[in-house]
């Protein structure tokens, strides 16, 4: 009986994907390998945009001498499409482990967004095409509409609150395409090299796609909640409670008392 979360058949068709069907950690936990390919769901044609900007940057970082950091590199299906029934495929690279390190997590965020800056130079019209709940989170973390987003979430009502109460217009520097869920997609190949995994586009400084990365590390990672204190005050402290809203909104469910516990609210 084939597992519910798994690549229908069709799909495995259309990528040519063979091999044992093997569930992959990491990530949100959905992606699987199939022979040399990793197939993840999430995914439609509006994101069809990134594959080509992904699959020239990953080429590129794979010809620089010494690397230092690689990118998954998309695979197009059958029929030359990039989404299959909301699935899309990346090359399999054997040889890695997750990467659980905070500084070495950063690090890889600098490196991936200075790189971003230069490939993506204008926002593609394709990230406002996008419906799914963490492009809503997103923009409810930015456009004045946070409470509202939660208004059909009774729980979440205080917390979303105290973060909108302590937001200002602190400018978070220039605007550019960012990995917005990096924490749980990277990972160390057989040389050490950060290799990034599922990217998740969007359109936000840097310095917020950090404050995510940082967030998410002391949530799921086990970085210490100490990773915290440099994100207390000023630009980065704005950065932080946008990033927090970010999550808060998108999870589902929403583990609020996770979130209380960091202090981020009324300090």
């Not at 208004?151 to 105290?162: C, G, I, Q, Y």
């Not at 749980?184 to 190949?189: A, S």
Request: hydrophobic share 45%.
């Amino acid at each position: 009986m084939p597992h519910p979360s798994q690549p229908p058949d069709r799909v495995l068709d259309l990528f040519a994907a063979e091999g044992v069907l093997e569930p992959l950690p990491g990530g949100r936990g959905t992606s699987w390998r199939a022979g040399d390919l990793v197939l993840s769901p999430g995914h439609d044609e509006s994101e069809a945009w990134i594959a080509p900007v992904q699959a020239r940057l990953a080429v590129r970082l794979d010809e620089a001498s010494p690397r230092s950091l690689r990118l998954a590199l998309p695979v197009p299906a059958r029929d030359g499409s990039l989404t299959a029934d909301g699935w899309a495929a990346t090359r399999f690279e054997p040889g890695t482990t997750p990467c659980r390190d905070l500084p070495t997590l950063r690090a890889t965020a600098h490196l991936l967004h200075a790189h971003l800056a230069t490939a993506v130079p204008e926002k593609p019209a394709a990230l406002e095409a996008r419906v799914d709940r963490w492009a809503v989170a997103d923009r409810a973390a930015y456009d004045g509409t946070a409470e509202q987003a939660a208004a059909d979430r009774p729980h979440l009502h205080e917390l979303v609150r105290s973060l909108v109460e302590g937001l200002d217009d602190t400018d978070l520097g220039r605007e550019q395409l960012v990995h917005a869920d990096l924490a749980g997609n990277v990972l160390l190949d057989a040389g050490g090299n950060p290799f990034v995994i599922d990217f998740s586009p969007a359109w936000r400084s840097p310095l917020w796609a950090e404050a995510v990365c940082v967030l998410d590390a002391v949530l799921w990672l086990r970085a210490p909640v100490e990773a915290l204190d440099d994100w207390r005050t000023g630009a980065p402290r704005q950065a932080m409670l946008r990033a927090t809203l970010f999550r808060v909104l998108s999870d589902d469910p929403c583990d609020v008392a996770r979130y209380e516990a960091l202090g981020l609210v009324g300090a």
